[in-house]
């Protein structure tokens, strides 16, 4: 059975950097065609994807936080990574890692969510 356990620091400053971490079990990262992404759900937005990396380690972001987000995996550990840069109060969210058939839908396995938030 696949499964997903996300990581993260809980609570962020604003201007600071998020670093969140997904390991897999169960399932090989680089398996075709498969694609491993992170989504966030927040009260006001619902859920918001944000970024994916395919089987074959290429990135794709969605274009509104393209320019603060690095998605990269470590296929030794089978887990995969985001960073958020200069977050602010409204990146306060729980924070998804998914499997995906495609780099933006098709999320077929979740991790449980890791709740960030961003307060001074």
């Known amino acids: 059975q696949v499964q997903l356990q996300e990581s993260g620091p809980g609570l962020v400053k604003p201007s600071q950097t998020l670093s969140l971490t997904c390991v897999v079990s169960?399932?090989?990262?680089?398996?075709?065609?498969?694609?491993w992404g992170w989504i966030r759900q927040t009260p006001g937005k619902g859920l918001e994807w944000m970024a994916a990396i395919s089987y074959g380690g290429v990135p794709y972001y969605t274009p509104s936080l393209k320019v603060r987000t690095s998605i990269s995996r470590d296929t030794s550990k089978n887990q995969f990574a985001l960073m958020l840069r200069s977050v602010t109060p409204e990146d306060t969210a729980v924070y998804f890692c998914a499997r995906g058939t495609s780099w933006f839908t098709g999320w077929d396995y979740w991790g449980q969510g890791t709740q960030v938030t961003v307060s001074s």
């Open positions: 169960g399932a090989s990262i680089t398996s075709n065609d498969y694609y």
